[in-house]
């Protein structure tokens, strides 16, 4: 009896030890699993961060931060990257009225997320009674009889309606706003008005009572445009073109010596068309055909892409040749500018054939590696450079894509202003200049404007690329995306890096801190060049890889800043 016990004893004790060791194991499997949680949470919280500059899930770029705020802001409430876009175009025409507003013309590239690419361009065309003798006043193309009749609206109106998810006056409150309560003068728009200052009529809407220009940092209200666009917004584009605006607008045309009537206006047509595409490496880039300026980039990017160029094309020892060999594609690329024109009024068979990777081989078989030539051996036609515009990209969580440029073509346009309507004037009839020896009624201008959207299927990568400045539009996205592609720089990288201009002479312009060693090298191998002041090949971009943070960049020449969410 007495042993019994004492082995009953013996296993209590045994059976709490194994008891004890089992809640201690426990314990510490429950711990290691909580700590498991616990790095995991920080990773899945990690991946969901996004670094500075950029987004989770959609950004817009424009040309400064309060109309990509507003633009961003039309995305969150539920809006299309159309509705987005549109918004932000209305702000810019406030923020920066010397580079666009409802007095130009804009064309959309708009990729849906099923891949389908659509092209809406409601460029300005030639009033019907323009001056027959216009293209011989080139010399200045400022003035009433420049202004070609306005499409701004009518694209904003058709996209719209194929894309729209918001009303189209919420569309635009918020610059309605913004106009009767004023914006500041930027750093930017004061600039252009110093440069500019006693040159256009437009520029009384920056003036003080006393006849003095505003300063930066001095509010200007727009209290005209401002009725203007709510009169828009109440009754839609048609106000514009046949309403009480339209009948204004005509009437201040007309009393400064114009010819636009109200025919021009009603007569206005949108034209919606398939996107034109050339293939670069991966990528499929799309873009508007003429008479936008598409095709000038791809002629320059295939002509570049037959180089096979990399990273170290730009090490010390390669990096002149591949920067002659890039000013040599932007030579031939002004001689064959001749061949954008508006297909209603001219074949597009040689533009078509510009885009042709064979044509861009023959081409590079005339490029030299050691000597440039005079400009007859490009077929150069001295051509006017213009310098305004602006343009906006779009990028919704879902992979909607909106590039759009918009324009009243040189900084402030023709410089008329519609005192009735606050509406400032295209002087866009002066892109025929150097281009063409005949003009038709209803003919759209060539144009330098590109908003383009490249897309990688084996990336799952989206880039909705475009710029401003005119004429140097080709410059600022033709280095921007070799920069991108090809040579291993970051999107930031890409559009800030310094670029080398080759104006309508042939004649090479550098941007400042270009590097002086290739600036000499360029001028030992013969090409010539001059100053420029003024640089506004401004890119504004928006890129996504599938599953990863939208990295937007707004271009630092034009002071813009993005906004997303």
Known sequence: MYVSVCQIAGMSRRRKDRLRKTVCFSVIFIFLILILILICTVRLLKQDECEAGMFRKAAVATDSLTCSTIGRDILHSGGSTVDAAIAALICTSVINPQSMGLGGGVIFTIREKNGTVKIINARETTPKNFKADLL?????????????????????????????????????????????DGVKLSTLLSQYLSVFKGHHTALSLFMHP?????????????????????????????????????????????AAGG???????????????????????????FFPPPPAGGAILSFILNIMQGYKMNPSSIHDDTRVLAYHRYVEACKFANGVKQFIKDPKFSSDKEALALIKMEFADRVRAMISNNITHDTEYYSVTPQTDTQGTTHISVLDEYGNAVSVTSTINSIFGSGVLSSSTGIILNNELADFCGRTKRIH?????????????????????????????????????????????????????????????VNGKNELQFEKKFDEHVIEALRALGHTDTLRDYFFNAVNAVSKHEGECVNAVSDDRKMGEPAGY
Request: charged share 20%.
């Open 136 to 180: 011989s006043r080139c010399s200045d193309t400022s003035g009433v009889h420049w202004v070609g009749v306005p499409g701004e609206l009518r694209g904003y109106e058709y996209a719209h309606r194929l894309y729209g998810r918001l009303s189209w006056k919420r569309l635009f409150e918020p610059t309605i706003r913004l106009a009767r």
């Open 210 to 254: 006393d006849g003095t220009l505003l300063k930066e940092g001095d509010t200007v209200k727009f209290e005209k445009l401002a009725n203007t666009l709510e009169k828009i917004a109440n009754r839609g584009a048609e106000e514009f073109y046949s309403g009480d605006v339209a009948q204004a607008l005509v009437r201040d045309i007309q």
């Open 441 to 501: 009624p209803g003919e759209q201008p060539p144009s330098s404007m590109a908003p383009v959207i490249l897309y990688s299927q084996s990336n799952k990568h989206t880039l909705v690329i475009g710029a401003s400045g005119g004429s140097m539009i080709t410059t600022g996205m033709a280095m921007a995306l070799i920069n991108y592609l090809w040579l291993g720089k970051t999107l930031n990288e890409s559009i800030a890096s310094p670029v080398v201009y």
């Open 259 to 285: 010819t636009l009537t109200l025919e021009d206006l009603k007569s206005f047509k949108v034209t919606e068309s398939v996107a034109w595409n050339v293939s670069l490496n991966e990528y499929k880039m």
